[in-house]
């Protein structure tokens, strides 16, 4: 019976942080505009960030779960090498405010979390799976709202680290 309960939360965690199987998304076109509700108490919207800051909008599966408390505590704990940058970073699900407030009260997040309970971007991005969640995909969207980088190979542990050498990668301004 163990085996069973073991094989089958193997196969729900692979299935569920799988990436879109495809996306019409491509390096270098235009990021979907959003408008989303914050852990903050604000909303924010991508296009009153164009032609003045660059933005990271981290996808993730679900609050209050293993992989995703792993990223959000590393964006926590190591945010300030992100804020090294000219960015602004978000992560992104499609939970409810409710949740996110909860999730973000517990890994004291210090930056916005965004709520997508309808879905709307999160199919705008193409990262909404089978499970009705999101995929764990990271985008880098530039100054010119146009997506300079997508990234879908998302180690929880080190995604302030990887984010910031991305952004190093990428040319993107320091303060």
């Known amino acids: 019976m163990n085996k069973i309960i073991i094989l089958v939360s ?3 965690l692979t299935l569920f942080t799988l990436p879109s199987l495809a996306t019409d ?9 959003f408008k989303l509700q914050a852990t903050n108490g604000k909303s924010y919207q991508l296009s009153h960030f164009r032609n003045r800051q ?3 909008l981290a996808w993730y599966p679900m609050a209050n779960t293993r992989g995703c408390t792993i990223e959000c505590l590393s964006l926590v704990k190591d945010g300030g090498l992100i804020r090294q940058f000219d960015v602004t970073y978000f992560m992104a699900s499609v939970d409810p405010l409710k949740d996110n407030l909860d999730f973000a009260k517990k890994t004291k997040a210090d930056f916005p979390m965004l709520s ?5 971007t999160a ?7 089978i499970f009705g969640v999101a995929s764990r995909v990271t985008f880098y969207i530039d100054k010119a709202g146009r997506i300079a980088k997508i990234d879908d190979d998302i180690n ?3 995604a302030a680290q990887d984010i910031a050498n991305a952004l190093k990668s990428l040319g993107m301004i320091a303060r």
């Open 10 to 12: 193997a196969l729900l």
């Open 25 to 33: 998304l491509k390096v270098g076109d235009m990021a979907p505009d």
């Open 54 to 56: 660059a933005v990271i």
């Open 116 to 120: 997508d309970p309808s879905k709307e």
């Open 123 to 129: 199919k705008a991005y193409d990262v909404l799976n």
């Open 156 to 158: 929880p542990k080190s």
